[in-house]
């Protein structure tokens, strides 16, 4: 079956472009052009991935992707002009996955919406635990004590990936490769904001973190 | 100031010099001429604390001239004596000033040390704080030399009053002590004459009687005396006095010249100074001496006055004078400094204001009152400062304007670009199934919209820089790895060129503060500039580390620069020689990119050149952000070359980071700014490479 792309962009000589790309592909694009419509087209079209533009008319695309992410775990992909921290790093707040920076490559735009697709691992029953906190692997379930910590795709993966090897520092590199699915290093940014709000959610108290450790200089590792 | 009675060492006495006065002279004459001849009188002031002696010298020195009862002939010995004595006189005083002088030198030498032993921090500050008083504030400079001044002008003015009234007092005192002398003389004379010498009680009491009778009635002692036979006559039997003086008194109060003077001369009349215990104290006192004869014996009488009223009221006066000096003196000061005040104080504000125009608070303005000159300062001065700020602000934002139009421009190429980009690639992709015309199209177009957006890229970055939004996101990484990771990407430039890439790096890590994505950039830029200019010959990277910084250095070996190229080679666009080809399609922004990188980290980025010899340049980084970097670990110029000496050659472009806010947007004036933390570590470099200040710190100008 043909994923489905929702691309919500503007421009229409790029937005038509992208959907060229992608049909050649062997994806299915929906295109929306205003981002004041973005959530309709999205509800309606029930895409597998969406592309979104940072610079809408009507609502700008942080704002869409707020209210993506408030109704689905669907990922998102930021399309932005402006690679400044700043920008980078709301887009990525606001609940997008990743982000490709204008101008880009085809086949680096299909490569980042592969691995976004990436068909879910077939997970063997599997239970890990991190400080307090439990995973259900196969049941995409994370837990402390009784209380259930809802996270996204990414994030859990994020989190899996760190919990299958307890004893590994992961450098920023290598998760981008095991989680994200990038063999040459993209933006290194992208680990930090999804560490960040994978804190945000699973830690007590995000300042002092207990389950997902910084290792100075290296990167990330589990808990004990 | 304070005067009391004149004091001096003990050899005063043989100094005293004695006036002789005639009888019949006029007492007005005397005066004036003592006034003219000696100013100083005896009422000197003196040191409390100088041992007390008697200093029987004597204010008139002069002599008058001869009397109008005497002939004219006598006395012209005695007037050189007295002008000899006068000298003797001046040349003691001078002897005797120096000597208190010296005391009270000493005295206040010792005060000071042992104050200063004790509050020596607390005054070095004083006078420290005070003397950069003096440097910098006009206002107290002023009103502390008009004190200065006021108080000397005091000095001189109360020192000449108090002398000459000293003088007058003492010359007053001085005419009457004589006039109430010869009166008295004559009257002991007269009742001696008409004396009945009958028997020795009788005569005893009438020589005692008269002589008392010359104390004055009363409770108060009007003069004191001194009677005593003269020496070396034949003593007639019947002479029963020998000496008689007034209470507490001998001979010896009266000064030996004077005696002498006495005894020597016929009938004259003769004074000096003294000095004569009453009570517990010593009082300063005018001697008069002459001869009585009494039943064919000839008498030395001295009628001896007391001074010490005059003293009293000299000392009054003194203080007086010493009050009214000191109240003067303050309120000079207290009009200098209202004066000097009105006159520096709008000087210091308009001071004040200029720094604060100068530290960039545009909107500052002096306060105008009037129409003085003070004003008119004020109103061309606040006239400059709005036309100032007017080119100011007009040229930041033309500055914004341009900034921000090339940042849009950037922003809005870049929706456009994307597309173009992606249907080249579509037709790159798909090049195969063209006509060798349209496939070479598809091929050009591919590889120059490749190169445009690269272009853009920089132009973004720089623009970026220059809008001063570009920031700093320092994590703790390993710098060693970033290095490895950079010559796995330029591998297959590398390969490319036919250069080896090594890498000399300490085992282990380094872990250092920085923004990868830009280290990485650096590096990646002046590795790719090694390789471009390389010519195919080796690359060498050296990582190292001291306590405080890691340096990495990129060294090539191809054609290398002169000081003048190696000076220029951040410029943006810049080129060595732009009859060379472009061979990888750099967009000529990647080494002014690095740069800014490298300004944002705090870093040094240094390159050193030799025309045919290669280049080397160096990245230093502080281990921990704001940290300051004191010396690179790695030196500028390579070892290789330096081994080799004599390179007359060889330069170095020293580019550090330079603290001041950015102001305009040519990253030229960054080599110029930060050429001072440069030049040292240009000397370390130099040094360590033992060619001791052969290194050449290349600048050039920020226009």
Redesign the interface.
């Known amino acids: 079956m043909k994923a489905r792309i929702l691309v919500v962009d503007d ?1 229409e ?2 937005a038509e ?2 959907g ?2 992608l049909r ?1 592909d062997g994806f299915e694009p929906v295109f929306c052009a205003d981002g004041g419509q973005a959530l309709e087209v999205f509800r309606s079209a029930k895409p597998d991935l969406v592309l979104l533009d940072l610079m809408l008319p009507g609502i700008d695309g942080i704002e869409v992707c707020r209210q993506i992410r408030a109704e689905s775990d669907v990922p998102i992909v930021m399309l932005t ?2 690679a ?3 920008d980078v790093v709301r887009g990525l707040e606001s609940g997008a996955d990743d982000y490709v920076p ?6 680096e ?1 299909v490569a980042r919406v592969r691995a976004r697709l990436r068909p879910g691992d077939q997970k063997a029953p599997e239970t890990l635990r991190i400080a307090d906190v439990t995973i259900d692997v196969a049941g995409h379930l994370v837990s402390r004590g009784t209380e259930r910590i809802s996270l996204t795709p990414l994030e859990f993966d994020l989190l899996v990936a760190l919990a299958r090897k307890p004893w590994q520092v992961f450098t920023r590199e290598l998760l981008l490769e095991q989680v994200w699915g990038y063999r040459h ?1 993209a ?3 992208l680990v ?1 904001v999804h560490v960040q709000r994978l804190r945000s959610k699973i830690e007590r108290d995000p300042e002092a973190p207990e389950v997902v450790l910084t290792v ?3 990167g990330y590792k589990a808990g004990s | 100031m304070s005067a009391p009675l004149d004091r001096g060492a003990p050899e005063n006495a043989a100094r005293t010099s004695v006036d002789l006065h005639e009888p019949g002279v006029t007492a007005p004459a005397s005066a004036a001429a003592d006034e003219s001849r000696a100013p100083a009188g005896p009422f000197e002031p003196a040191v409390p604390t100088a041992p007390a002696d008697v200093e029987p010298d004597t204010a008139g020195a002069g002599t008058t001239g001869p009397g109008s009862t005497r002939p004219p002939a006598a006395p012209p010995a005695p007037r050189l004596a007295v002008l000899a004595d006068g000298w003797q006189s001046i040349r003691f005083r001078t002897r005797l000033w120096v000597k208190r002088a010296r005391i009270v030198g000493v005295r206040v030498a010792r005060l000071v040390s042992i104050g200063a032993s004790r509050l020596l921090p607390g005054i070095r500050y004083l006078l420290r704080s005070l003397h950069r008083k003096w440097r910098r504030s006009l206002q107290f400079r002023t009103v502390l030399t008009t004190l200065m001044l006021a108080i000397a002008s005091f000095a001189v003015v109360g020192a000449y009053l108090s002398n000459q009234i000293a003088n007058n007092l003492f010359q007053e005192r001085l005419v009457q002590a004589e006039s109430e002398t010869r009166y008295n003389v004559k009257q002991i004379q007269d009742t001696f004459d008409g004396a009945q010498v009958t028997d020795q009680s009788s005569v005893i009491t009438l020589v005692y009687d008269t002589l008392n009778a010359v104390e004055g009635r009363g409770s108060v002692i009007q003069r004191r005396y001194v009677f005593e036979a003269m020496p070396e006559q034949t003593k007639p039997r019947n002479r029963w006095v020998e000496s008689r003086a007034s209470d507490q008194l001998t001979i010896s109060v009266i000064p030996t010249e004077l005696r002498k003077a006495v005894q020597d001369s016929g009938k004259e009349q003769f004074w000096a100074s003294t000095e004569f215990p009453v009570g517990t104290e010593d009082r300063p006192g005018i001697a008069v001496g002459n001869k009585v004869t009494f039943n064919g014996t000839v008498y030395e009488l001295y009628l001896i006055y007391d001074l010490n009223t005059a003293q009293k009221t000299l000392d009054e006066i003194q203080n007086v004078l010493l009050a009214g000096g000191a109240v003067l003196a303050l309120l000079i000061g207290a009009v200098a400094w209202y004066v000097t005040r009105n006159v520096v104080s709008p000087v210091s504000h308009a001071a004040l204001v200029s720094e604060k125009l100068a530290a960039g608070q545009l909107q500052e303005r002096m306060v105008v009152k009037g129409e003085d000159e003070v004003a008119r300062l004020g109103a061309s001065f606040n006239h400059m400062a709005a036309s100032l700020q007017e080119q100011i602000t007009q040229l930041a934002t033309l500055s914004q304007m341009q900034q921000r139009f090339v940042s849009d421009v950037s922003h809005e190429l870049r929706t456009p670009l994307t597309t173009v980009r992606m249907a080249a690639e579509v037709l790159y992709d798909a090049r195969g199934d063209f006509d060798p015309v349209n496939k070479r199209s598809a091929e050009l177009l591919y590889n120059q919209v490749e190169r445009f957006q690269s272009l853009l890229a920089d132009l973004l970055e720089i623009s970026r820089f220059d809008a001063g939004v570009a920031t700093l996101d320092a994590e703790p990484g390993d710098i060693v790895q970033l290095v490895s990771h950079v010559m796995e990407g330029v591998a297959p430039v590398a390969a490319e060129y036919g250069s080896e890439v090594t890498l000399n790096a300490p085992a282990g890590s380094i872990i250092v503060d920085m923004d990868d994505r830009r280290i990485d950039r650096i590096l990646r830029n002046l590795v790719l500039n090694a390789l471009e200019h390389g010519e195919g010959r080796p690359v060498n990277i050296s990582v190292a580390a001291n306590d405080n910084a890691v340096a990495v250095a990129v060294r090539d070996h191809g054609i290398g620069m002169t000081p003048a190229e190696a000076a220029r080679v951040f410029d943006r666009f810049w080129r060595a020689d732009p009859a060379r080809a472009r061979t990888t399609g750099g967009s000529g922004l990647g080494l002014s990119i690095a740069a800014e990188d490298t300004k944002l980290h705090n870093g040094w980025l240094q390159a050193w050149g030799r025309k045919g010899g290669g280049a080397n340049f160096r990245l230093t980084l502080a281990l921990r952000q704001g940290e300051k970097i004191t010396k690179s670990p790695l030196q500028l110029e390579p070892v290789d070359v330096g081994l080799q000496g004599a390179g007359s050659d060889r330069t170095m472009l020293l580019l550090d980071h330079s603290p001041a806010p950015r102001t305009d947007n040519d990253t030229g004036t960054d080599a110029a700014g930060g050429s001072g933390a440069g030049t040292r570590d240009a000397r370390a470099a130099g040094a360590g490479a033992g060619v001791p200040g052969t290194a050449e710190t290349g600048t050039k100008d920020g226009s």
Request: proline share 7%; aromatic share 4%.
């Open positions: 421009d000589a790029l472009m992208i060229i790309v050649n002009a402006k400044d921290t700043s204008k101008p880009f490559k085809p086949a735009l290093a933006d290194t940014r930090n100075r200089g290296v």
